[in-house]
């Protein structure tokens, strides 16, 4: 294939490194300082090397990947994220396992403290997240070999991405909400549990629109790698799968 | 046998002979070299965890204080040493380093699926090891023993975070080299090599990636609710607050137990390929091992958990149900060390270093095996739990016998990674010295355990009458070191100084051996492999 001159190198990338020692520092460091040490400026300081360097890292990483796209392996990433959303799964699992240990061994639930919980909030937000798994769907079927129309891919992309910002948005409000009724983190084991799994879910929400990001950008340019947007559309539809149960348990069971 | 590749004219010695380039490792992304990179990470694990093994066991020497009369320094180094030999040692060794020398190689591949991320694994794997070490220098570093149990955890003064962060970044590691090596066994196969041909290594390797990613995402939740709890004030194992303890104990163990599979399968998959190639034979039963040994480990590995509870004060048809479901586990782990018998069996053995170790891991793993079946009982573990038995069985099951496998299986491959070939006078010399040493030492700590000695402490005043046997395992930890000290310089000696081998010295027929050249140039084989109809990596004619 492509000949011996190409074999006989040694294949190498900047990022994979880069990102990780980005993480070092945005992670176990920042978190280090701030919270165990209370050293808050080291804290920033660790955060202004680590986001910089993730995020070199991730642009160089996609483009890097946007170009060798009919490289050895290309189009595996679509069998390899069923495999990534079992692990996603089963860290839901954990937290819901905990969250029903609690509330089932609990002498009455919700317990003191938890405020009246708004039932439309997370009822629209179902309905735009379901959106967004429809519109998702729209944009795939514009790359489709037959009828490529590149222009109608951003423009679905470009919605599903509003509608999952809005969900975000939703979801900011919703906890400010809350937070003003004086249900916070510490509040009592609902709220640990209510916070953890919606943050938790919301972050899931946020490396979806990041890797639609990664997507949109180079798009406009004229480059798509269709494997990538199938597992990041995947990707999409289990978080949007993952919300129903965290709807169904945390609000309306 | 037969087989046929496409010889490309390589030229070896210009692939692999063409200079050093610290580039070219640093970024590499070649399956071959993240295993070199893994392979550091993992025994400097092992080296500097080792040394704090070395700190207690000379602590433990003498009644009182010894080297140090800071109880907490002990605990620091208990930490270190069981959750750095866990995350940082045994697992990298043997699903990093092992998995990424052997997977592609063995398949027919030029690499695995995705190797940047197979880079991103190795290094979030050493930035774990980063956060760990990190132990050594922070004030109010973590005391909390492997486990990080609460309530301790969370009261206690020291950095818990670190001990959340090293699980989380090499969790991440895992899970990305599980997906990796998933997708990489499933798709990446060589024309015609069917799944009834692949090496038992790789369905060991494939079990045990099916395992993390299933169970390391629940260790992750577990310790980050510890960190939530202590320090954004949240209430999961909070007792006062209506949340329990005991909910962090289930998910830590509902991974930890399958951890010990995560370990177990890809070392015993490689006893099984040393003792192929050293006794000349094909496998026992091959896929009669696969199907009930490898699968019913991995149907059972997620039912057994609570034998870690059993005094926890978890409810009793529990402890019931998790005493028969141990039981019954231990039926197919034993059937695969009958397979490793059955491909002894008349087999022409020849005893080389690595078959030494695999030798010495049935022993070890015999003498695990059977301090184990009385822990699995509910009612004999009450006597025993938390006593020298526990360390004591579980140096055997898994921490030395796994050694074995690890070292045995570096001295396996080492001839394929250099060109080169050890010293046998050396290889016998370190696992007699290591092999003796662990005996020593963890049967005297089993016995220790059998007279009540508690685990886990700094000094044992209210027991004099041990110290002799204290003394003893501390010899035998000095001699272990010595013994790892040899293993060390037999390696080095072989990757500078070793005599130039061919590419099979074993005369193996499994692929890596038969197919690459040594040590393998990038894309591996020169050109595309095709596994005939009749191959089979042991084949050797019986
Ligand atoms: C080969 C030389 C080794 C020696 C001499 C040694 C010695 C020890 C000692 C003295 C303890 C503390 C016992 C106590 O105070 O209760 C301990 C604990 C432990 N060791 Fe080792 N060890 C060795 C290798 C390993 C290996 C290879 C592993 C890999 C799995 C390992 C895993 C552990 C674990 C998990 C603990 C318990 C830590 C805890 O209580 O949190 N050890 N070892
Ligand atoms: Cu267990």
Same mark, same amino acid.
């Given at each position: 294939?492509?000949?011996?001159?190409?074999?006989?190198?040694?294949?190498?990338? =900047?990022?994979?490194?880069?990102?990780?020692?980005?993480?070092?520092?945005?992670?176990?460091?920042?978190?280090?300082?701030?919270?165990?040490?209370?050293?808050?400026?080291?804290?920033?300081?660790?955060?202004?090397?680590?986001?910089?360097?993730?995020? #070199?890292?991730?642009?160089?990483?996609?483009?890097?990947?946007?170009?060798?796209?009919?490289?050895?392996?290309?189009?595996?990433?679509?069998?390899?994220?069923?495999?990534?959303?079992?692990?996603?799964?089963?860290?839901?699992?954990?937290?819901?396992?905990?969250?029903?240990?609690?509330?089932?061994?609990?002498?009455?639930?919700?317990?003191?403290?938890?405020?009246?919980?708004?039932? !439309?909030?997370?009822?629209?937000? @179902?309905?735009?997240?379901?959106?967004?798994?429809?519109?998702?769907?729209?944009?795939?079927?514009?790359?489709?070999?037959?009828?490529?129309?590149?222009?109608?891919?951003?423009?679905?992309?470009?919605?599903?991405?509003?509608?999952?910002?809005?969900?975000?948005?939703?979801?900011?409000?919703?906890?400010?909400?809350?937070?003003?009724?004086?249900?916070?983190?510490?509040?009592?084991?609902?709220? +640990? +549990? %209510?916070?953890?799994?919606?943050?938790?879910?919301?972050?899931? *929400?946020?490396?979806?629109?990041?890797?639609?990001?990664?997507?949109?950008?180079?798009?406009?340019?004229?480059?798509?790698?269709?494997?990538?947007?199938?597992?990041?559309?995947?990707? $999409?539809?289990?978080?949007?799968?993952? $919300?129903?149960?965290?709807?169904?348990?945390?609000?309306?069971? | 046998?037969?087989?046929?590749?496409?010889?490309?004219?390589?030229?070896?010695?210009?692939?692999?002979?063409?200079?050093?380039?610290?580039?070219? $490792?640093?970024?590499?992304?070649?399956?071959?070299?993240?295993?070199?990179?893994?392979?550091?990470?993992?025994?400097?694990?092992?080296?500097?965890?080792?040394?704090?093994?070395?700190?207690?066991?000379?602590?433990?020497?003498?009644?009182?204080?010894?080297?140090?009369?800071?109880?907490?320094?002990?605990?620091?180094?208990?930490?270190?040493?069981?959750?750095?030999?866990?995350?940082?040692?045994?697992?990298?060794?043997?699903?990093?380093?092992? !998995?990424?020398?052997?997977?592609?190689?063995?398949?027919?591949?030029?690499?695995?699926?995705?190797?940047?991320?197979?880079?991103?694994?190795?290094?979030?794997?050493? &930035?774990?090891?980063?956060?760990?070490?990190?132990?050594?220098?922070?004030?109010?570093?973590?005391?909390?023993?492997?486990?990080?149990?609460?309530?301790?955890?969370?009261?206690?003064?020291?950095?818990?975070?670190?001990?959340?962060?090293?699980?989380?970044?090499?969790?991440?590691?895992?899970?990305?080299?599980?997906?990796?090596?998933?997708?990489?066994?499933?798709?990446?196969? !060589?024309?015609?090599?069917?799944?009834?041909?692949?090496?038992?290594?790789?369905?060991?390797?494939?079990? !045990?990636?099916?395992?993390?990613?299933?169970?390391?995402?629940?260790?992750?939740?577990?310790?980050?609710?510890?960190?939530?709890?202590?320090?954004?004030?949240?209430?999961?194992?909070?007792?006062?607050?209506?949340?329990?303890?005991?909910?962090?104990?289930?998910?830590?163990?509902?991974?930890?137990?399958?951890?010990?599979?995560?370990?177990?399968?890809?070392?015993?998959?490689?006893?099984?390929?040393?003792?192929?190639?050293?006794?000349?034979?094909?496998?026992?039963?091959?896929?009669?091992?696969?199907?009930?040994?490898?699968?019913?480990?991995?149907?059972?590995?997620?039912? *057994?958990?609570?034998?870690?509870?059993?005094?926890?004060?978890?409810?009793?048809?529990?402890?019931?149900?998790?005493?028969?479901?141990?039981?019954?586990?231990?039926?197919?782990?034993?059937?695969?060390?009958?397979?490793?018998?059955?491909?002894?069996?008349?087999?022409? #053995?020849?005893?080389?270093?690595?078959?030494? =170790?695999?030798?010495?891991?049935?022993?070890?793993?015999?003498?695990? /095996?059977?301090? /184990?079946?009385?822990?699995?009982?509910?009612?004999? =573990?009450?006597?025993?739990?938390?006593?020298?038995? &526990?360390?004591?069985? %579980?140096?055997?099951?898994?921490?030395?016998?796994?050694?074995?496998?690890?070292?045995?299986? @570096?001295?396996?491959?080492?001839?394929?990674?250099?060109?080169?070939?050890? +010293?046998?006078?050396?290889?016998?010399?370190?696992?007699?010295?290591?092999?003796?040493?662990?005996?020593?030492?963890?049967?005297?700590?089993?016995?220790?355990?059998?007279?009540?000695?508690?685990?886990?402490?700094?000094?044992?005043?209210?027991?004099?009458?041990?110290?002799?046997?204290?003394?003893?395992?501390?010899?035998?930890?000095?001699?272990?070191?010595?013994?790892?000290?040899?293993?060390?310089?037999?390696?080095?000696?072989?990757?500078?100084?070793?005599?130039?081998?061919?590419?099979?010295? $074993?005369?193996?027929? +499994?692929?890596?051996?038969?197919?690459?050249?040594?040590?393998?140039?990038?894309?591996?084989?020169?050109?595309?492999?095709?596994?005939?109809?009749?191959?089979?990596?042991?084949?050797? /004619?019986?």
């Amino acid at each position: 294939m492509n000949g011996h001159a190409h074999e006989l190198k040694w294949h190498t990338s =900047y990022w994979p490194l880069l990102v990780s020692v980005g993480t070092l520092f945005l992670a176990p460091l920042a978190f280090g300082f701030y919270f165990v040490y209370k050293m808050p400026l080291a804290a920033f300081v660790c955060l202004g090397i680590g986001a910089p360097l993730v995020l #070199i890292s991730i642009i160089g990483w996609v483009r890097e990947g946007l170009e060798d796209e009919h490289g050895y392996s290309a189009g595996l990433s679509v069998w390899a994220m069923p495999f990534f959303i079992v692990a996603e799964a089963f860290l839901f699992v954990g937290f819901f396992a905990a969250y029903w240990v609690t509330r089932l061994t609990a002498p009455f639930w919700p317990p003191p403290g938890t405020p009246e919980m708004s039932m !439309a909030v997370p009822v629209v937000m @179902t309905f735009i997240l379901v959106a967004s798994s429809f519109t998702i769907h729209l944009a795939e079927g514009k790359i489709e070999d037959e009828r490529y129309d590149g222009k109608g891919f951003i423009f679905w992309l470009a919605v599903t991405m509003v509608l999952g910002a809005v969900f975000l948005g939703i979801s900011a409000f919703e906890w400010t909400e809350l937070y003003h009724h004086g249900f916070v983190f510490g509040t009592n084991v609902f709220s +640990s +549990s %209510f916070f953890s799994i919606t943050g938790f879910h919301g972050s899931h *929400v946020l490396v979806g629109l990041a890797l639609f990001l990664c997507i949109l950008l180079p798009a406009l340019s004229g480059k798509v790698n269709k494997a990538f947007v199938k597992s990041a559309s995947v990707y $999409w539809h289990f978080v949007d799968v993952v $919300w129903f149960f965290v709807v169904s348990q945390l609000y309306f069971w | 046998m037969s087989s046929t590749m496409v010889t490309g004219s390589v030229d070896t010695h210009q692939a692999s002979g063409s200079g050093f380039s610290l580039k070219e $490792w640093v970024f590499t992304t070649d399956h071959k070299r993240v295993a070199v990179l893994y392979m550091i990470g993992a025994f400097a694990a092992f080296l500097v965890a080792g040394i704090m093994a070395i700190l207690m066991r000379t602590e433990l020497a003498s009644l009182g204080p010894t080297v140090t009369d800071n109880p907490a320094a002990y605990n620091t180094w208990l930490y270190f040493h069981g959750a750095a030999m866990i995350l940082g040692y045994q697992i990298p060794a043997l699903t990093g380093f092992f !998995a990424n020398y052997y997977v592609p190689l063995m398949i027919g591949a030029k690499d695995v699926a995705f190797p940047r991320v197979n880079a991103l694994s190795v290094w979030l794997f050493w &930035m774990g090891l980063v956060v760990a070490l990190l132990t050594f220098v922070i004030p109010d570093p973590p005391d909390i023993m492997w486990t990080g149990y609460p309530p301790y955890s969370i009261l206690t003064g020291g950095n818990t975070a670190f001990y959340t962060f090293t699980v989380l970044l090499m969790g991440f590691s895992s899970i990305a080299a599980g997906v990796n090596f998933l997708t990489t066994i499933i798709y990446m196969r !060589a024309p015609g090599m069917a799944w009834s041909k692949l090496n038992i290594f790789i369905w060991c390797t494939l079990a !045990a990636f099916i395992i993390q990613i299933i169970f390391v995402p629940i260790l992750g939740v577990a310790v980050t609710m510890l960190s939530l709890d202590k320090y954004l004030g949240t209430h999961f194992f909070n007792a006062a607050a209506g949340g329990s303890a005991l909910i962090y104990e289930n998910l830590f163990w509902f991974y930890s137990h399958p951890a010990v599979y995560v370990i177990f399968l890809p070392a015993v998959g490689l006893i099984y390929e040393i003792v192929a190639t050293f006794a000349r034979n094909r496998i026992f039963n091959h896929m009669k091992m696969v199907y009930y040994g490898i699968f019913g480990v991995l149907a059972l590995t997620g039912l *057994v958990w609570a034998h870690h509870l059993y005094i926890a004060g978890i409810p009793n048809w529990m402890v019931l149900i998790h005493v028969f479901t141990t039981l019954v586990i231990s039926i197919p782990v034993g059937l695969l060390m009958i397979g490793l018998l059955g491909t002894l069996y008349k087999g022409s #053995i020849q005893y080389s270093t690595p078959m030494l =170790y695999a030798a010495g891991f049935l022993f070890l793993f015999l003498i695990g /095996g059977l301090t /184990g079946i009385p822990n699995a009982m509910s009612a004999i =573990y009450m006597h025993l739990t938390d006593t020298y038995w &526990m360390p004591g069985h %579980f140096h055997y099951v898994m921490a030395v016998s796994m050694t074995t496998a690890i070292l045995g299986g @570096t001295y396996y491959v080492l001839p394929k990674m250099t060109g080169r070939m050890y +010293s046998e006078t050396l290889g016998k010399l370190g696992f007699f010295l290591f092999f003796i040493g662990v005996n020593i030492t963890f049967m005297f700590t089993l016995l220790m355990g059998v007279k009540g000695l508690p685990r886990r402490y700094y000094d044992y005043q209210q027991f004099p009458e041990l110290e002799w046997m204290q003394q003893w395992a501390t010899i035998g930890s000095y001699i272990i070191l010595l013994g790892a000290l040899v293993v060390l310089v037999s390696w080095l000696h072989c990757a500078f100084f070793g005599m130039r081998v061919g590419p099979n010295p $074993w005369g193996s027929r +499994s692929l890596e051996w038969t197919h690459a050249p040594s040590p393998p140039p990038p894309g591996n084989f020169g050109g595309e492999v095709r596994v005939p109809e009749d191959w089979s990596p042991y084949g050797y /004619g019986k």
